[in-house]
């Protein structure tokens, strides 16, 4: 069956409301800095909690999913392609910040779709 592109955005955020296992390797921000013509990736460490929740490991509280984070990145890369910054963070790094296939997938393809948006102008909002 052929999906128009109505259903696959339905397929796509019905998909995106469904429980994760968060990766105990910590999580990632990504944004674009256009006039660079630049993708961002912040890491932020985290430990996962008795409810399964992302906690900060300084203060144990759990890290909200909305508004501003007021902590450090571990470390920030940029770089000008998916490609490129699927290099750095799986092939480069080691020991590597992602610890679950899930969690590599799901950066491969946000890091996709912000390459995308970076080449046709349009804003990115992480998923």
Known sequence: MILSQVD?????????????????????IIYL??????IYVKHYTNVINEKGLAADPDTGRPIPTRGKV?????????GRTAKELCIT????????????????????RELMR???????GWDYIQD
């Open 33 to 38: 800095d256009p006039d660079q013509e630049l």
């Open 8 to 28: 696959r955005t339905a397929l796509n955020n019905k998909l995106s409301q469904r429980f994760i296992h968060l990766d105990p390797g910590g999580y990632f």
């Open 114 to 120: 912000a390459e995308l948006c970076l080449d046709l």
């Open 89 to 108: 963070l799986f092939e480069s790094s080691t020991p590597s910040p992602v610890t679950m296939l899930d969690h590599a997938a799901y950066l491969g």
């Open 70 to 78: 007021e902590r450090q990145p571990s470390f920030v890369v940029s």
